[in-house]
């Protein structure tokens, strides 16, 4: 079942990657490839993050899809294999700055003893500022959550799904944007994910910026996390 919503997720990337242009759709694309390398007498490791969003405006509703994949090594030995594939819409039907969410989310990773993760959800959303060089928002939820565990452990949760994120631009140079998710299990207290990405980025064109991030993620019911700073560049295009 899994390996089918995965499957139908990457299709679906496909097909709005095949969208027609036309006067009332507006698209975004995005790629970033950042990374970092770190070699003593002692030892070495590295950590490449590469990610691909896409997103389509159209009326009232907003479509986005993202793949990211961290991977790693410390000493030869793998610390990071992590793949994440998301597909979320907005819909803008009702108060203004106010919107519906809903989401669709297949994610794998090594560093968080996780074998296979889908969740689905829908939730509510409010920008509480809402400016083009200044937005932040705050988003609530609920998200079914069915994982399998690198324990072989497989369960199912309702989780509400809380998320802050924000957008800072400034004099079209400064760019320093995060997203950051807290998912806390109805069921378990001690069950909860925390998932933080927090960018800083530089413009050299206007479509192409140098760019810092630091990543936070745990799983407390496997009582794993990663902390991982990296650094390169983002190609960025609305059209």
């Known amino acids: 079942m899994k390996k089918w919503i995965l499957v ?5 990337n496909c097909v709005i990657m095949k969208a027609q242009y ?15 390398l770190n070699e003593t007498s002692t030892g070495n490791a590295y950590l490449l993050n590469n990610g691909l969003n896409f997103g389509i405006k159209k009326k009232d509703i ?4 993202a793949t990211n994949w961290l991977y790693g090594k410390q000493n030869s030995l793998l610390s990071n294999n992590d793949f994440s594939s998301t597909l979320n819409f907005n819909l803008y039907k009702s108060l203004p700055h106010f919107y519906y969410w809903g989401l669709l989310n297949y994610a794998t990773s090594y560093s968080l003893k996780i074998n296979h993760q889908v969740q689905a959800g829908l939730g509510i959303a409010y920008n509480i500022i809402d400016k083009e060089n200044f937005y932040v928002n705050i988003s609530d939820g609920v998200v079914y959550d069915t994982s399998n565990l690198l324990s072989d452990t497989k369960y199912d949760t309702y989780r509400n799904s809380l998320r802050l994120q924000y957008r800072i631009k400034i004099k079209e140079l400064i760019l320093f944007e995060g ?6 299990s109805f069921a378990k207290g001690d069950d909860y ?10 413009q050299l064109k206007k479509w192409i910026s140098l760019t810092t991030s630091l990543n936070y993620n745990r799983m407390n019911i ?7 700073l990296t650094y390169g560049i983002t190609l960025d295009k609305y059209f």
Request: without cysteine; aromatic residues 8%; glycine residues 4%.
């Open 193 to 202: 994910i925390i998932r933080s990405t927090n960018k800083l980025g530089i």
């Open 8 to 12: 139908l997720i990457i299709v679906f």
């Open 222 to 228: 496997t009582r794993s996390e990663n902390l991982n």
């Open 179 to 184: 997203s950051n998710f807290i998912q806390n």
């Open 22 to 36: 036309n006067d009332s759709t507006f698209y975004h694309v995005a790629l970033t490839a950042t990374g970092s």
């Open 62 to 65: 907003v479509l986005n899809s």
